[in-house]
Each structure stands twice: as C-alpha cells, then as structure tokens.
C-alpha cells in the first residue's frame, strides 16, 4: 500500500521504509523553533528539571521573540532576558524585533520533506513548503532541543483536491476559512490535512502560507501542500535545496477526500466566537456591523500581498473617524519592501497605525487590545472571547481587502461599497 505525502515525512525523519496511521515511531527532527510566548518555561525546566543537560544540536534550534516585542512591562522583559542569556550561553541562533516566528522561519530555514517541532501551534505554516510542521508545548519542546528526537502517532490523512483559480477580490484566506466552515473547527482533529491538485499549484507560496497556517483551527497536526516548482524556486532564491519533493503515491489511503472548485469560493467573514463560523461577506455586509478597530497583520496575513491588498482598497481614502485601523508587516523584509514599494505611505496617509514587525493585535496582549463590548474584524488567525482583548468583545474575521474596506465605511463591509 502507497503512503501519503505526510506518511513519507515521518518515515524518512523515523529512518523506516514505510509507515502507516496510528503507528508510533522515533522520529529525528530536522528544526525546533521556540518563540517568546514559552520559551522561560523551557530555560526554567532545562535548568530545574535536568542532570547535565546539553543542546543536542543547536543549529537545528530557533529563539523567536515576536508575540510581545518589545517588552510592555517587567515581567515580560525578564522573560526576554532569560531567552537572551540562554540563546547566548548555548549558541542558539535568537532573532528579536525581526518579525513573526512562522514568517521568518519560512523565508529563513523551512526546507520540503522536514520533520519541524515549533513550540506554537501555528506551526502547521510550514506545510507551504512541504514540510510536516506541528505545535508543541515546551516541555515536548524541551526533550526535542537535548535529544534532537520525539515520538509521533502518525496521523490519517484527510486530502483536499483543489481546482481552478481564486476569481479576483477572493483570496486564499477566503478559501481556508470556507474549508474550515465546512468541516468544522474538529474536522480535522490529529489528521494531515493535504492539499493537491491543479489549484494548489495555482496559489502562490504565500497564498499556501494562508492555507497551511489556519489548518490548526480544524484540529489538524500538519497542514501540506504537495511541493512543486514553486517550491523548488522560493528555497532557491534564498540559498536553499529543495531536497525531499515528496508525493502521496496514487494507492495511498486517505480518510477522506474532497474537492474544492476555486472558481466558486466567496469572500467570507467569520462570526465571532469560533473560526467556523463561517457565513458570506454578503450576508454580513446587509447588516451594517459597526467595527471599532481593524487590524491587517499576523502569520496567516501578514506578508506583502496582504499589505498591498489593504493599501489599494484605501488608496485616496481616509478611515472611518470611528475606527483604529492597526496593519503589522510580517517581518522585517516584508516591512522594508512595503515601504520601498510605497505600500506603507499609503496606508499611513488613509489613516492606519504601522506597527513593528510583530503578533500584535491577533495575540492581544500588548499592542492594539481591544476594550469591553468593543469590535474588531481581523485578519488574525483565531477569533475566541478574549483573543483580543476584553472577553465581552467580538472578533470578526475576514480578509485583508475585506479588513480595510470595513476600515474605511466603519462597519463590515465589501471591497465594492467604497470604491
């Protein structure tokens, strides 16, 4: 029996010839990547819990700061500074102030056919590439970075045959959340959830970036899209090899199948308070939901394309004297080419607040919360009570077009309504 693109992941990183669902195997990690939400619990127990503890190979190691850079108060500085002095005393590659961890990891290290432990649970990101990348917690963490192994029930795999092209106005956002409205935020859950087909080959890596990164909020432990030459191009153009293209064989088993025509998905918003709440934009825009913040940043839609979007739909406009709209660049690089390509003046000019290179709103712990009964619609990756800020508000989810144009009216709205 043939194995799927997953499968054979695990079994190359397990050193095995084949492998199938439900079997437990010893896997060697090819990356850890550990960010500033976990990673003083990690140096608390490496120091605590350990006789003679060692980094088995820290050049496969990590340290991100991102989710509250830089410090809001002292308990996170002391926190930043344990991450700081333990990257130092043990050669850890640490970034600080450069952008979010999925973000960098991807234009920085992720390579097709790894196996990569990441100490949060939009680790699925990786997938883009195709990588098997999945969250864990830091004490999993822990035994990764001093053993270079864990252990992995090997997932089933649910496979998504994508078709066509996105029509104009509807992005690979619009696509995941449509998914995850259809199959539910437990539709997925320790699955794989595969991504192939003619359409898959027609998103771009950032598009893909979307899909793998929401795959977490239907439960699943690694979102992938089957690699190809897009692929083979992005690892080349930053100085890396595309070494394990790897394919699910024509007789792998999948527990389930389904196919999605492109041509057909919609702009969507989702509700608060479940990522599967999903329903049309043109449902909701009927009814006229007045927003108080807007916010067009984070690992799922953050990057370049994100930024562009926003800025042409609020080129010559100004913002709603009703709502704070807050945009945070992915990373550095993302940041730096928005500003040479004129993307970040306009925004600035419409009315929007530039953060640094950074979680910020989606992770709401510092930079853009939101107050009692306040409402947000965001390009963020969860909308639970209190993702954001005060547990009485409402968190909306949409697009980045979709996020400014309701920037702009003041209320959830389409691309359409304010041209």
């Avoid at 991100?64 to 410090?71: G, K, R």
């Avoid at 993307?343 to 939101?370: H, P, Y």
Wanted: hydrophobic share 40%; charged share 25%.
């Amino acid at each position: 029996m043939g194995m799927t693109l997953g499968e054979k992941i695990i079994a190359r990183a397990a050193g095995v010839s084949s492998v199938k669902p439900n079997d437990i195997h010893t896997v060697t990690l090819d990356r850890m990547m550990s960010n500033d939400g976990t990673t003083h619990l990690t140096v608390d127990m490496y120091h605590n819990k350990l006789k003679n503890p060692r980094i088995a190979d820290k050049d496969k190691v990590v340290f991100i700061m991102d989710h509250n850079v830089p410090a809001e108060n002292p308990k996170t500085a002391e926190a930043h500074k344990k991450m700081r002095n333990f990257a130092k005393e043990n050669g850890i590659k640490l970034y600080e102030g450069q952008g979010v961890c999925h973000q960098i990891m991807m234009e920085d290290y992720v390579c097709p056919g790894e196996l990569i432990f990441g100490a949060d649970s939009h680790t699925t990101t990786y997938g883009a590439l195709g990588a098997f990348g999945t969250g864990v917690g830091c004490t999993d963490f822990l035994y990764a970075m001093t053993t270079g192994t864990s252990w992995v029930m090997v997932p089933e795999t649910l496979r998504f045959n994508l078709h066509g092209q996105l029509r104009e106005g509807v992005y690979a956002r619009d696509l995941i959340l449509t998914i995850i409205g259809d199959i539910g935020a437990n539709g997925a859950n320790y699955k794989i959830m595969e991504f192939a087909g003619d359409g898959a080959s027609n998103l771009s890596i950032d598009e893909r970036i979307v899909l793998c990164n929401l795959t977490v909020e239907a439960g699943a432990k690694a979102g992938i899209v089957e690699p190809d030459e897009k692929v083979v191009a992005y690892c080349k153009e930053r100085g890396r090899k595309a070494e394990f293209m790897f394919k699910s064989d024509e007789d792998a088993q999948f527990a389930a199948v389904y196919d999605y025509d492109l041509s057909k998905i919609e702009p969507v918003v989702v509700r608060p308070d479940f990522v599967d709440n999903f329903d049309t934009l043109a449902n909701v825009s009927k009814e006229k939901i007045a927003i108080d913040q807007a916010f067009v940043g984070s690992c799922n839609n953050g990057r370049l394309c994100d930024l562009r979007a926003a800025a042409e739909v609020v080129k010559g406009k100004k913002i709603a004297d009703t709502v704070r709209f807050i945009v945070a660049p992915a990373s550095n690089e993302v940041y730096i080419e928005a500003l040479k390509e004129g993307v970040i003046t306009t925004l600035m000019e419409a009315g929007a607040m530039i953060m640094n290179a950074n979680c910020s709103v989606c992770w709401g712990s510092c930079q853009g919360v939101i107050g009692e009964n306040e409402v947000l619609i965001s390009t963020g990756t969860r909308n639970f009570k209190g993702r954001s800020g005060h547990p009485s508000s409402k968190v909306y989810m949409a697009s980045a077009a979709t996020v400014a144009a309701s920037a702009v009216a003041g209320y959830i709205t389409g691309v359409e309504s304010v041209k």
